[in-house]
């Protein structure tokens, strides 16, 4: 079964930034075919989408509080899809979980701080 691991979660001031990484493994069929999409879920708070790219990468989406200041992106080759995250805001703490076919990583810890 496909198995996700999502890493670079942290501390940071607002303004500042960060990048998640997310690992795949034990796919059934190559990591292209598969969309991935990064999801957030706040203290108290149910889980909502962030952003999504499509197999290729040529298609991505993202949630309005995002836009201009997330970037989705994918490294077919490694298997690893990444969050860039500029511009951060309190409001974007959360836990940060990516997911694919149903499958979901474990969260990684987004703190920002006022």
């Known amino acids: 079964q496909v198995h996700l691991v999502e890493s670079g979660g942290g501390l940071v001031q607002a303004g500042g930034s960060l990048r998640l990484s997310c690992a795949a493994s034990?796919?059934?069929?190559?990591?292209?075919?598969?969309?991935m999409g990064w999801f957030r879920q706040g203290l108290g708070k149910e889980r909502e989408i962030v952003t999504a790219?499509?197999?290729?990468?040529?298609?991505?989406y993202y949630a309005d509080s995002v836009k201009g200041r997330f970037t989705i992106s994918r490294d077919n080759a490694k298997n690893l899809v990444y969050l860039q995250m500029h511009s951060l805001k309190p409001e974007d703490t959360a836990v940060y979980y990516c997911?694919?076919?149903?499958?979901w990583g474990q969260g990684t810890q987004v703190t920002v701080s006022s």
């Open positions: 790219i499509s197999g290729s990468g040529g298609g991505t």
């Open positions: 997911s694919s076919a149903n499958f």
């Open positions: 034990g796919l059934t069929f190559s990591f292209s075919s598969y969309p």
